[in-house]
T-cell receptor, first 112, second 115 residues
Framework: TQLLEQSPQFLSIQEGENLTVYCNSS?????LQWYRQEPGEGPVLLVTVVTGGEVKKLKRLTFQFGDARKDSSLHITAAQPGDTGLYLCATDGGGSNYKLTFGKGTLLTVNP | KAGVTQTPRYLIKTRGQQVTLSCSPI?????VSWYQQTPGQGLQFLFEYFSETQRNKGNFPGRFSGRQFSNSRSEMNVSTLELGDSALYLCASSPGQELVTGELFFGEGSRLTVL
């Protein structure tokens, strides 16, 4: 099973600051998904990256997939309290195993 | 359209009891997955069903079981509860036709506390 390491584990910042969280693996990702889980809710998919070097933007969120497809980052510009939540990366590991392996997540708190 | 519905949302049990959790997927979705979420271990895969067939099972003891019905609704059961089974149990659905996992649509979860 592919292991995903996310850092930092916790992040508390003020509204308006920028931040970056990371997801790394010792193995190559077939593809990588980023989810956000708000308190009391289930995770919601933000983006899927597939191609090495790929960059995707979702409003103030920028997702990068490393050239070697072993790492990914999520950058948030001008964070807002509504960005508060647990950010999870996940991979299917390739193949037809019908499951996702998740990192333990980065818990982000954006203070007003 | 309606999202994934899980019942009950909260429940408290004592050690040794059993529990059954229910999940209704998004209409038209035939794949249902179950995950256990704890602060220490994060989200861990329990099992996945498609058209009433279990296609994969995670590394959990046999006390954890599940099934899927012909209408795609799913249940999971945990027997002989232990304190360590306290967790948020998340159900997710997807169309399921693809060979590899695409986007999962999660419910709000069932929070189980074992005393």
């Amino acid at each position: 099973t592919q292991l995903l390491e996310q850092s930092p584990q916790f992040l508390s910042i003020q509204e308006g600051e920028n931040l970056t969280v990371y997801c790394n693996s010792s193995s190559v990702f077939s593809s990588l998904q980023w989810y956000r889980q708000e308190p009391g809710e289930g995770p919601v998919l933000l983006v899927t990256v597939v191609t090495g070097g790929e960059v995707k933007k979702l409003k103030r969120l920028t997702f990068q997939f490393g050239d070697a497809r072993k790492d990914s980052s999520l950058h948030i510009t001008a964070a807002q309290p509504g960005d508060t939540g647990l950010y999870l990366c996940a991979t299917d590991g390739g193949g037809s195993n019908y499951k996702l392996t998740f990192g333990k997540g980065t818990l982000l708190t954006v203070n007003p | 359209k309606a999202g994934v519905t899980q019942t009950p949302r909260y429940l408290i049990k004592t050690r040794g009891q059993q529990v059954t959790l229910s999940c209704s997927p998004i209409s038209g979705h035939r794949s249902v997955s179950w995950y256990q979420q704890t602060p220490g271990q994060g989200l861990q895969f329990l099992f996945e069903y498609f058209s009433e067939t279990q296609r994969n099972k995670g590394n959990f003891p046999g006390r954890f079981s599940g099934r899927q019905f012909s209408n795609s609704r799913s249940e999971m059961n945990v027997s002989t509860l232990e304190l360590g089974d306290s967790a948020l149990y998340l159900c997710a659905s997807s169309p399921g036709q693809e060979l590899v996992t695409g986007e999962l649509f999660f419910g709000e979860g069932s929070r189980l506390t074992v005393l």
